[in-house]
Structure formats: structure tokens, C-alpha cells
């Protein structure tokens, strides 16, 4: 059971936006940064977005992160076929001293 | 460019220990810690603990207190996380990722991933 809730998966057709949800709570999201990461099958994660809506060089800007109060998401526009995978938020825990993670959506492209 | 490259896949044994390494290049090794992340087959990420590398200052996750043991060799930029008394729970994925210090920092660049296999 993770600290952070995300929806177990999301679909959209190529070209259309998808968005991911992220809740937690005062300990968590609710204080401190949230980061998402992509990971495809098979592979490690890769950080997608940092300090709630910040893009590492690389990262197209069809990626996008907001926060509000104790929730965030990841909005992913023109949404291509590679864009399939699993997607995770993460966010430092005071309670916990350390990062905890979403359980992970996963996106298909239909 | 930073990469980090891990050891290779290990089985074990229920009640050994695994120890795997993480060599870092790319980078000023002693300015950025590193964390271990595990992922189960078919599960999601679970941070397990971070460790210094500039003074050995490590922080573990409350689950693996007691059972985890990172360090790090500046000498050669290489990590490594030893974790004990193996449980069939522990079959996963363990990668080692480049983190700053503090919670305002995230792990930004992920190593290739070890698989661990706890089997009799």
C-alpha cells in the first residue's frame, strides 16, 4: 500500500492528452516537492519531471507537472505510441525521512 | 555524460546475504549521495535508503533498518548495498540512483538495475 495514490492506469488515443493524478498527504506532498518518473518496460526509471513541474534537459515539453495543496499530476500532450509505460510520483515523507513513491499508472496508447 | 553501472544478477538462498555494487562516472562522485530503490516483479518502487558519499552519512528506510548496510568507496566512485537474511520477498529489481542532499533533491539518474533472486 503506498503512501502516495495514483490511478492503476490511463489510456488515450495518439495526438490526445492523458493526465495522471497523484494524492498524499500534509507529511508529504502537501510540504515538499513532487518528481515523476517514466519507466518502460524493462528498463530503469528515468526522471521525467522535478520539483513539481521542472524538466530535466531531454525531456519534451508535451511533459508537464503541477501541484496544488496535497495532490499533483502529470499531464502528457500529443501523446505518442512511445509515451506507453509505467509513470510514478514520488515526494520526500517528513514523517519517514526519506522519499515515498506512487504505486505507479500505467499509460496506454490505444 | 553520468552513469552509474551495476553489478550483475545474483541468486541466493533464503538467510544469505547479497551485496551489490554501483560504479559511478561522469560526475564529482563526493557532491551527489546515492539511494537504492527496489522494485518487485510486476510491483512499484520502494525507497530502501541513502547513503553520503562525501562524509559515509547514511539514512535507511524504517522497513530495512538492521537488514541494509550501504557504503561507498570515493576511491573508485563505487556504491554498494548488502542486504541480509534474504526472504523469498526479497526476489526484485535493485537499482542505485544519483540523489542531492536533503528532501528538497530527487534521484535523477538511475543505474541499469540488479536482479536479485531469493530461491531454495
Known amino acids: 500500500q503506498s503512501v502516495l495514490t495514483q490511478p492503476p492506469s490511463a489510456s488515450a488515443t495518439p495526438g490526445q492528452r492523458v493526465t495522471i493524478s497523484c494524492s498524499g498527504s500534509?507529511?508529504?506532498?502537501?510540504?515538499?516537492?513532487v518528481h515523476w518518473y517514466q519507466q518502460v518496460p524493462g528498463t530503469a526509471p528515468k526522471l521525467l519531471i522535478y520539483r513539481n513541474n521542472q524538466r530535466p534537459s531531454g525531456v519534451p515539453d508535451r511533459f508537464s507537472g503541477s501541484k496544488s495543496g496535497t495532490s499533483a499530476s502529470l499531464a502528457i500532450s500529443g501523446l505518442r505510441s512511445e509515451d506507453e509505460g509505467d509513470y510514478y510520483c514520488?515526494?520526500?515523507?517528513?514523517?519517514?525521512?526519506?522519499?515515498?513513491f506512487g504505486g505507479g499508472t500505467k499509460v496506454t496508447v490505444l | 555524460q553520468v552513469q552509474l553501472v551495476q553489478s550483475g544478477t545474483q541468486v541466493k538462498e533464503p538467510g544469505a546475504s547479497v551485496t551489490v555494487s554501483c560504479k559511478a562516472s561522469g560526475y564529482t562522485f563526493t557532491t551527489n549521495g546515492i539511494s537504492w530503490v527496489r522494485q518487485a516483479p510486476g510491483q512499484g518502487l520502494e525507497w530502501m535508503g541513502w547513503?553520503?558519499?562525501?562524509?559515509?552519512?547514511?539514512t535507511y528506510a524504517q522497513k530495512f533498518q538492521g537488514r541494509v548496510t550501504l557504503t561507498a568507496d570515493t576511491s573508485t566512485t563505487t556504491a554498494y548495498m548488502e542486504l541480509m537474511s534474504l526472504r523469498f520477498d526479497d526476489t526484485a529489481q535493485y537499482y542505485c540512483?544519483?540523489?542531492?542532499?536533503?528532501?528538497?533533491?530527487?534521484?535523477?539518474?538511475w543505474g541499469q538495475g540488479t536482479l536479485v533472486t531469493v530461491s531454495s
Open positions: 547513503i553520503n558519499t562525501y562524509n559515509g552519512d547514511t
Open positions: 500534509s507529511s508529504n506532498i502537501g510540504i515538499n516537492y
Open positions: 514520488a515526494a520526500w515523507d517528513d514523517s519517514l525521512s526519506g522519499p515515498e
Open positions: 540512483a544519483r540523489r542531492g542532499p536533503g528532501q528538497f533533491s530527487t534521484e535523477d539518474y
